[in-house]
């Protein structure tokens, strides 16, 4: 995997791409392609390639600046873990944490 970082950023913000920068990211980061091989692929030259990446990786990061849903969704994997660690540490409290975790989750069932 080229970089983690993007790929989650693509996964969240994918849809605010162009369609070409879309195809672009997914030849590269998921079909890991090369910049040479893209350019072929897509009949443009590498530089273009080079320049399309380096603009939606300043877009993706521009996104996660301003709305921040990889972070919430990392600090609620996060919180959901230590949740699952405290309901180890204490299985009396096990269906409280079962509807925090629904909750966390985006479950309906936590009510």
């Known amino acids: 995997m ?6 989650q950023l693509f996964d969240a913000y994918g849809a605010l791409l162009t369609a070409h920068q879309r195809e672009v990211c997914e030849l590269y980061y998921m079909c ?7 350019a ?4 443009i030259s590498k530089q ?8 939606t ?3 993706l990061d521009e996104y996660e600046e301003k709305l921040h849903v990889q972070r919430m969704a990392s600090a609620a994997e996060e919180a959901g873990r230590r ?4 309901s180890a540490r204490h299985p009396d409290l096990a269906a409280e944490t079962e509807k925090i975790a629904a909750a966390l989750q985006g479950n309906g069932a936590a009510r």
Do not use: M, N
Request: no cysteine; aromatic share 6%.
């Open 48 to 55: 273009s390639v080079s320049d399309t990446l380096a603009k």
């Open 40 to 43: 072929e692929q897509k009949g």
């Open 83 to 86: 949740l699952a660690e405290f």
């Open 32 to 38: 890991d392609l090369s910049l040479t091989e893209i």
């Open 2 to 7: 080229k970089d983690l970082k993007y790929l």
């Open 57 to 59: 990786r300043a877009l």
